[in-house]
Nanobody
Framework: QVQLVESGGGLVQAGGSLRLSCAAS????????MGWFRQTPDVEREFVAA???????YYADSVKGRFTISRDNAKNTVYLQMNSLKPEDTARYYC?????????????????WGQGTQVTVSS
């Protein structure tokens, strides 16, 4: 199991940027697939982005071209750079880790989760 702690959320105006960080503890970070998900009271947890062990990246269509996921295995940290934010990006963002050998967008396939960080985008 990997313990995850997110940070970097906050309130930003539409068009602005935020950078989320997820610090991981445990020896398995470098061998884990890392993902970001988001959830609102009206929408179930949905996939945002993922990065494989080798750095390949995957994005939801709704964020492609605006968000960038990256990882620093030396720091046991994964990042989500969010640019051109829109009010519909408002959600609680969660970091997750998967021990599977393939990248998946399904939340149920991620075994470790952080507590989440709130992102609010005002219009």
């Amino acid at each position: 199991q990997v313990q995850l702690v997110e940070s970097g959320g906050g309130l930003v105006q539409a068009g602005g940027s935020l950078r989320l960080s997820c610090a991981a503890s445990g020896r398995t970070f470098s061998s884990s697939i890392m993902g970001w998900f988001r959830q609102t009271p009206d929408v179930e947890r949905e996939f945002v982005a993922a990065v494989s062990r080798t750095g390949n990246t995957y994005y939801a269509d709704s964020v492609k071209g605006r968000f960038t996921i990256s990882r620093d295995n030396a720091k046991n940290t994964v990042y989500l750079q969010m640019n051109s934010l829109k009010p519909e990006d408002t959600a609680r963002y969660y970091c997750a880790a998967s021990s599977l050998s393939f990248v998946t967008t399904k939340p149920s396939m991620f075994g470790s989760w952080g507590q989440g960080t709130q992102v609010t985008v005002s219009s």
